[in-house]
């Protein structure tokens, strides 16, 4: 169950009420804070048997706005049928929620400073503050590169900062990188931010995910493991929030099928729509892992830019998408990196892509 306080309530006018919830026996009352795109909510959980409590005698408390019924799963980043429950959350000036797009375009692995400044600067010339950039490489083979790690991480924040870029998607493969993270925005000025990225050969690492819910700092970028369902994959994004960071993005990027051959991965941007019903999630699609190449369609449209579309025009929040000045070159995933190029045609179709989204959302108001 969850208890949710009218966001004008003082902390005077709270308190005789945290004090009841904390008092019920056999219950455990914990207390969240919940960063929404627009307002601040403080949300208390009531985790055991919530089964024999009224929830009208709760609402009744000073200072409730409302009591939801929970199911056991997803608690907090679930919707459980509650309209009116917050989605998303701002980060460094950027807001990311159920009812806007973000693209986070940019290079798998960072590889030298000149291509991560060809890459930002054209970003900027396109009116983009996000990008991705991989620092921490987790691979399939032992050998492979493996990221330049936190030696580059000076160079790419302060780039990134000059050309206008807010908001980095950076994945993390261990704890200690976070601190790596926050150090070196600290010594290089904060000259933008970090969106931690957990991928998804980590999506079950639940000390991983404790590790990063124990952190607020940064907000997170999620994506849904490749070889499981989706509601464990939901059910490890809670363990962010069971630890106090509610601030997820949820990214859908492919099941590992080769019945999706010949693409890299079985493409599952139908499930935008059922992530954004299920939960508060912003929601996000790659295409470049989910399809994995550059092959184009008869009419010369990448498959990456089909899928893309396919995701936008079903309401998916944010994109992330493999670029880079010199696939040849590049020394991870070169083969599914849109060229440079390409870029402003990409945004074009995402735009047109978003354009329709919400024609359709418009007309559905209507239905
Ligand atoms: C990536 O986005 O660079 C990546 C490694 O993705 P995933 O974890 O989905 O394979
Ligand atoms: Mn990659």
Same mark, same amino acid.
């Given at each position: ?57 709760? $609402?009744? /408390?000073?200072? #409730? !706005?409302?009591?939801?019924? &929970?199911? +056991?799963?997803?608690?907090? *980043?679930? @919707? =459980? ?23 986070? $375009?940019? /290079?798998?692995? #960072? !590889?030298?400073?000149?291509? &991560?400044? +060809?890459?930002?600067?054209? *970003?900027? @010339? =396109? ?25 580059? /991480?000076?160079? #790419? ?211």
């Amino acid at each position: 169950m969850i208890v949710i306080l009218r966001s004008s309530a003082t902390p005077e006018e709270q308190r005789p009420t945290l004090d009841a919830l904390a008092a019920l026996p056999g219950i455990e009352a914990r207390v969240h804070t919940v960063r929404g795109a627009l307002k601040t909510l403080t949300e208390v959980y009531l985790i055991g048997n919530t089964k024999a409590l009224s929830a009208e005698d709760i $609402a009744l /408390l000073p200072g #409730v !706005d409302r009591v939801v019924r &929970v199911s +056991e799963e997803y608690r907090i *980043l679930g @919707r =459980h049928s509650d309209q009116q429950r917050v989605t998303g959350f701002e980060y460094n000036g950027v807001e990311f929620s159920q009812d806007n797009l973000h693209v986070f $375009a940019g /290079l798998c692995a #960072v !590889d030298t400073p000149e291509h &991560v400044r +060809e890459m930002v600067e054209a *970003l900027a @010339r =396109h009116g983009q503050t996000c990008t991705r950039m991989g620092a921490y490489k987790p691979r399939t083979n032992p050998y492979s590169f493996q990221g330049h790690g936190k030696g580059c /991480l000076p160079w #790419v924040f302060e780039i990134a900062g000059k050309n206008g870029i807010k908001v980095i998607a950076m994945e993390i493969t261990h704890e200690n990188h976070i601190e790596e993270i926050a150090e070196c925005l600290e010594k290089t000025g904060n000259p933008t931010g970090v969106m931690l990225r957990i991928g998804t050969r980590n999506t079950q690492n639940f000390e991983l995910l404790k590790a990063v819910g124990r952190q607020s700092r940064f907000p997170v970028l999620f994506k849904r493991g490749f070889g499981i369902t989706l509601n464990e994959s939901l059910n490890a994004a809670e363990y962010l929030a069971s630890e106090g960071n509610s601030s997820v993005v949820f990214c859908l990027r492919g099941m590992k099928t080769n019945m999706g051959d010949p693409h890299r991965n079985m493409v599952d941007f139908a499930h935008v729509p059922v992530v954004r019903r299920l939960t508060r999630m912003p929601v996000c699609v790659d295409p470049s892992h989910s399809v994995g190449s550059r092959e184009r369609s008869p009419e010369g449209i990448s498959d990456a830019m089909h899928v893309t579309a396919q995701g936008v025009v079903a309401g998916a929040n944010m994109v992330l998408i493999d670029f880079h000045p010199a696939p040849r070159t590049a020394l991870v995933d070169g083969p599914q990196a849109l060229l440079m190029s390409e870029l402003g045609w990409f945004l074009d179709d995402v735009a047109l892509a978003r354009e329709c989204y919400e024609k359709r959302r418009d007309r559905a108001a209507k239905a």
